[in-house]
């Protein structure tokens, strides 16, 4: 069955999809996005990531294209009209179509694109796919809590992962403390059983939706998270780490550059924490609570 897109209130073939030449989106980056997972038919995680997207459009000061509850609704119409039961959906929001300038438009109407695509989500298989991953200088600008397509910093640190064979890239900055992963949060788990995570209490991360339903989960658990930065160096000693994302869900990582991370699989916890929320996304559809910026 041929995939179906949607392009500002329309429903067409994704190979007949595309944007105007001057929208603002395609010219500058002028636009943020999200990727929702669906899982057994659920989408996941839905209202924390129709959250992010308002609050990152709020930021750059660009319309919301639509009242929430449309919005709902296009992204079930997306997956009916696509007929996949696992899968991705993407959305982007654009400030629209006008003449190229940097100031903005005094009058223009917001762009709404959305693709979809299927995806897996074999456990035992994806935590027998251990990944690597290498650590890259963070050279993207200072506003990483918005969600935008403006996205050239890390396209440069995914490709140098490529490059040697890795998954992901983990940005360091000037201080020598590891930031997120080019497409992921960055989580370490030290010996004494913790796990490490950047804090979000400023703009140098974006703050995963996924990362929010994880620390959820492990309140509920009892598994202990410290909110801190940490050296590459640290993360070299590690007992476990991984990569969380709506994309990857979570990635166990047993190689970061040269360095073996445990003994070469998924970790214990790390494989605890996947189980714990496949379970939360197959039974309910990850409904978290209302997503918080801070």
Excluded at 175 to 193: C, L, Q, V, Y
Aim: glycine content about 6%; charged content about 30%.
């Amino acid at each position: 069955m041929p995939r179906i897109a949607y392009v500002s209130g329309r429903y067409i073939p994704h190979a007949d999809a595309g944007v105007h030449i001057e929208d603002r989106g395609f010219q500058f980056a002028d636009s943020v996005y999200e990727v929702v997972a669906l899982v057994n038919g659920r989408l996941c995680d839905e209202v924390g990531h129709l959250d992010r997207l308002v609050r990152s459009l709020g930021e750059l000061r660009i319309k919301v294209p639509m009242p929430r509850k449309s919005m709902e609704m296009a992204l079930r119409e997306m997956v009916r009209r696509n007929r996949i039961k696992n899968g991705m959906i993407y959305m982007q929001v654009t400030r629209g179509v006008a003449p190229r300038d940097f100031v903005f438009p005094k009058k223009s109407d917001t762009t709404l694109v959305m693709t979809m695509y299927p995806a897996k989500y074999d456990i035992p298989a994806r935590k027998a796919a251990v990944k690597k991953v290498i650590t890259v200088p963070d050279i993207r600008w200072k506003r990483r809590d918005i969600k935008t397509t403006a996205l050239i910093g890390q396209v440069l640190a995914k490709q140098a992962a490529a490059d040697k064979g890795a998954y992901e890239a983990w940005m360091v900055d000037d201080d020598g403390f590891i930031t997120e992963g080019s497409s992921s949060n960055a989580w370490i788990i030290d010996k004494n059983r913790n796990l490490i995570t950047r804090a979000t209490a400023n703009n140098s991360i974006l703050k995963g939706v996924t990362r929010s339903a994880l620390q959820a989960l492990c309140k509920k658990e009892k598994i202990k998270i410290i909110e801190r930065k940490f050296t590459v160096a640290e993360a070299y000693k590690a007992q476990e780490a991984f990569c969380s994302s709506a994309v990857a869900l979570i990635a166990p990582v047993v190689q970061i550059d040269d360095k073996k991370i445990g003994n070469g699989q998924a970790g214990e916890i790390t494989c605890k924490l996947l189980d714990l929320y496949m379970e939360y996304a197959t039974k309910n559809g990850g409904k978290q609570e209302r997503w918080n910026p801070a």
